[in-house]
C-alpha cells in the first residue's frame, strides 16, 4: 500500500472483485439514502425537524439552479441530478478527513481516485448534451460548426476539455491535500497535519460547489438561447 | 437581490470555467497531438498542429465570453439608461 492505494480489492462480490474506494462510495451513498428516507419517511403539510432541513435546502437549490440556468423548468429538470453531485461529492471530500481515512482496509476517500471522478464528469458531458438536445431537439448540432464548418475542430476540442477539466480538477486537488496531509503525518504527527486538515473543510465544500456550479453553467449553456 | 446573487454566481462560474478551459484545450490539443504522432510518426508536425489547436481553442472561449459579456452589460446600461431617456423625453414634449 502508497498512501491508500491497494494493489487488491477489498472483497470479491461472487465473480466482480470489489475495490476499496468502490465499498467507500456504498457507504457515502447508503447514508446519503438513510437520510433521505428517514427526512421524507413521515411528510407532513406543516414540515418539522429533518424535513424542514430538507425542504429548505430544495427550494433553495432550485433557487440557486433558476438564477445560474435562467429557465425554470430546466432548472427543475437538472436540479435533482446537480444537488446529487455536491452532497456526494461533499461527503467523499470530507471522508478523507475521518482519521483512518487511506490508511484502514475499504475505506479510501473516493475522489482522490481519478476513475470516480472522471465518472462524474462523464455523467455531466451526457448530462449536457441530452439537455441541450431535448431543448433544441435537431437544431442542438448546430452549435457544433457554429459560426463555420472550419471552426468543427476547435468546437469539439472544447466540449472534450470541459469533461477533462472537470475530471483534473477535482481529482488533482483532493489527490494533492491528501498527499500533503499522508506526508506531514509522517514528519510531524498530529499538530501539524491538523492544520492543513482544517484547510481541507474549505478545500473539500469550494471544490464540491465549483464541479456542481460548472455542471450546472454548462447544461445552462447548452439549453441556453445562443444555441 | 436576487439579481445581485445571479451576478455572483455567473461571475464565479465564468472565472473558474475560462480559466480551466483554456488549460485542458491546450493539454487536449498537445497530448493528442503527441499520441498521433506517435501512432502515424510524423513527429513534430502532428504535436504542433494539436498544440496551436489548442491553444486556437482557448483563444476562441475567452473571445466568445467576453463577447457575451460585453452584450449583456451594453443590454444592461440601456435598461437602466431608458428611465433618463424617457424623462428628457417628456421634458422637450
Known amino acids: 500500500m502508497i498512501f491508500g ?92 478527513l475521518i482519521p483512518g481515512a ?66 483534473v480538477r477535482l481529482f488533482g486537488n483532493i489527490f494533492g491535500e491528501e498527499m500533503v496531509i499522508a506526508f506531514l503525518l509522517f514528519m510531524a504527527p498530529f499538530v501539524i497535519p491538523s492544520a492543513i486538515m482544517g484547510l481541507s473543510l474549505l478545500l473539500g465544500a469550494i471544490q464540491a460547489i465549483v464541479f456542481t456550479i460548472l455542471s450546472a453553467s454548462y447544461i445552462a449553456a447548452a439549453t441556453g438561447e445562443g444555441h | 437581490m436576487a439579481k445581485q446573487n445571479k451576478n455572483w454566481v455567473r461571475g464565479l462560474s465564468d472565472a473558474i470555467n475560462l480559466a480551466t478551459t483554456v488549460a485542458a484545450a491546450i493539454a487536449l490539443g498537445y497530448f493528442g497531438g503527441r499520441w498521433l504522432d506517435g501512432r502515424f510518426d510524423t513527429e513534430p508536425w502532428l504535436t504542433i498542429i494539436g498544440f496551436l489547436l489548442g491553444v486556437a481553442t482557448g483563444i476562441k472561449a475567452m473571445w466568445e465570453k467576453s463577447m457575451i459579456t460585453s452584450n449583456a452589460s451594453s443590454t444592461t446600461t440601456n435598461v437602466s439608461r431608458e428611465p433618463e431617456q424617457n424623462k428628457n423625453k417628456d421634458k422637450k414634449n
Open chain 1, 102 to 167: 487511506a490508511h484502514v482496509q475499504g475505506f479510501q476517500p473516493p475522489t482522490s481516485n481519478w476513475n470516480v471522478t472522471m465518472t462524474l464528469a462523464l455523467i455531466t458531458f451526457c448530462s449536457v448534451h441530452v439537455a441541450g438536445f431535448s431543448e433544441h431537439k435537431g437544431r442542438y448540432f448546430k452549435h457544433f460548426v457554429s459560426p463555420g464548418w472550419a471552426m468543427l475542430p476547435l468546437n469539439l476540442i472544447e466540449e472534450i476539455a470541459h469533461p477533462l477539466s472537470l475530471t
Open chain 1, 5 to 96: 492505494m491497494w494493489d487488491s480489492p477489498f472483497f470479491d462480490l461472487g465473480p466482480i472483485p470489489v475495490d476499496h474506494l468502490v465499498f467507500t462510495e456504498w457507504v457515502i451513498i447508503a447514508l446519503i439514502g438513510i437520510i433521505a428516507f428517514t427526512a421524507t419517511r413521515n411528510m407532513q403539510l406543516v414540515p418539522r425537524g429533518l424535513q424542514n432541513a430538507f425542504e429548505a435546502i430544495i427550494l433553495w437549490t432550485y433557487d440557486f439552479f433558476t438564477q445560474l440556468m435562467d429557465k425554470e423548468h430546466v432548472a427543475k429538470k437538472w436540479a435533482p441530478i446537480l444537488t446529487a453531485f455536491f452532497l456526494f461529492i461533499l461527503l467523499s471530500n470530507y471522508s478523507g
